[in-house]
């Protein structure tokens, strides 16, 4: 391994200058107000409502993963949901830990977003909703879900995880669907350190997971439904309201690399670069590389190589979650065959805002050096 520099990660938090965020907690030292929906919790709200393309009902919380869950809860759902096995397994553990069953649609091979021509087929009678996830910050086929989901009279909840800040026709992406989660978590383009949100649709939604982030807490005295601690902190809220005013300039910061990375990369034979729709506002948070057959070498072979270097890669999302150890004996991988083929390939590469050109060049010089 090379020993002579740091290790530079997939990804790195970006961060406001301190002298900014310490200015911005200064007023809870004089309050001592310091979550339960507090003024940093609500100016927070405010700012996303508008940066999110003038969205009404957006709710904050602890973390990606409760904004999935408890906006399944809020919805009451029964049976059966369908969703991809290509995400982070915190999807799949959102739908089964609200007692519902995980039905796994393949994903297309294009962006890796869940197949819209597959879906239809696994409606049972028993199916109440589609969870679909947009992936690398790609966005799913909105209309083509939205239509079935209509023709048969179910729920849509996207996983937003990747796509904070990406618009599809010049919308936000928080705006399809009967609700999107967001992930505000440190690895992501958008952080609070730790944090997420969710967007409904319906305000009654809203004010249910209103309650539900709080123990179902009705009033003082009556506690009507069994809820969780998912509330956002001040001091996370303070850290999302410094990194806000920064967005724009750090998407376009990560921009600068993706490019770079496509400058170095696109001619490869073997190598497939992700696709980005022509009608897609995107936010660069990963870059994908599928390291096909004609390339030569395996992915594994690569993500060694680059580690031996000091550059760490991830195989991103690999196992599949009909995969994974708590679920393999549920579900059967092959036939997913699109997602399988995708996560045995790909490899996410470093990105973050203030990823050097000449880093970029050294990860790509590795890769260049493996093909066979």
């Known amino acids: 391994m090379n020993t002579s520099k740091k290790m530079i990660y997939v990804t790195r938090s970006s961060m406001p200058p301190m002298e900014e965020y310490i200015n911005e ?12 929906m507090g003024t940093k919790h609500e100016q927070f709200v405010e700012m996303l409502k508008v940066f999110l393309g003038g969205v009404e009902n957006i709710d904050l919380l602890t973390n990606g993963h409760m904004a999935l869950e408890l906006a399944l809860q809020a919805m009451n759902l029964t049976g059966e949901v369908i969703t991809t096995p290509f995400t982070f397994v915190s999807t799949t553990h959102a739908i089964v ?24 087929q696994m409606i049972t009678d028993k199916t109440s909703a589609i969870l679909p996830v947009h992936v690398y910050g790609n966005v799913c086929d909105v209309e083509g879900i939205q239509k079935i989901a209509d023709k048969y009279g179910l729920k849509v909840i996207y996983d937003a995880a990747h796509a904070f800040g990406v618009k599809y026709k010049n919308i936000g992406i928080g705006k399809f669907g009967d609700a999107s989660c967001f992930s505000f978590h440190a690895t992501k383009v958008f952080n609070t350190i730790e ?21 179902g807490i009705k009033n003082e005295e009556i506690v009507d439904a069994i809820g969780v601690n998912a509330k956002m902190n001040e001091f996370c809220a303070a850290m999302g309201l410094c990194n806000l005013r920064h967005i724009d300039e750090e998407i376009k910061k990560r921009s600068q690399v993706v490019q770079a990375y496509i400058a170095n990369l696109k001619d490869i034979p073997g190598l497939r670069l992700n696709y980005v729709s022509e009608n897609v506002l995107p936010n660069y948070s990963y870059f994908p590389v599928l390291f096909e057959k004609e390339f030569g070498t395996s992915r594994d072979e690569v993500y060694d190589r ?30 997913t065959p699109v997602a399988l083929h995708v996560s045995e390939t790909v490899l996410t590469l470093p990105l973050y805002a203030d990823l050097s050109v000449d880093d970029v060049d050294k990860i790509c010089n590795v890769i260049r050096i493996c093909r066979k």
Do not use: Q
């Open 25 to 36: 907690i200064k007023e809870l030292w004089e309050s001592h107000y310091l979550t339960n």
């Open 195 to 215: 944090g997420g949100a969710v967007i409904f649709r319906n305000k009654a939604f809203s004010r249910e997971i209103c309650r539900l982030r709080n123990f």
């Open 97 to 120: 830990r609200n007692g519902l069953k995980p039905v796994f649609c393949d994903i297309n091979p294009n962006d890796y977003t869940i197949d819209v021509n597959k879906i239809e």
């Open 306 to 335: 680059l580690i031996e270097n000091g550059f760490m890669a991830r195989k991103y999302f690999y196992p599949l979650t009909n995969g994974l150890d708590c679920y393999k004996e549920s579900f059967d991988v092959s036939l």
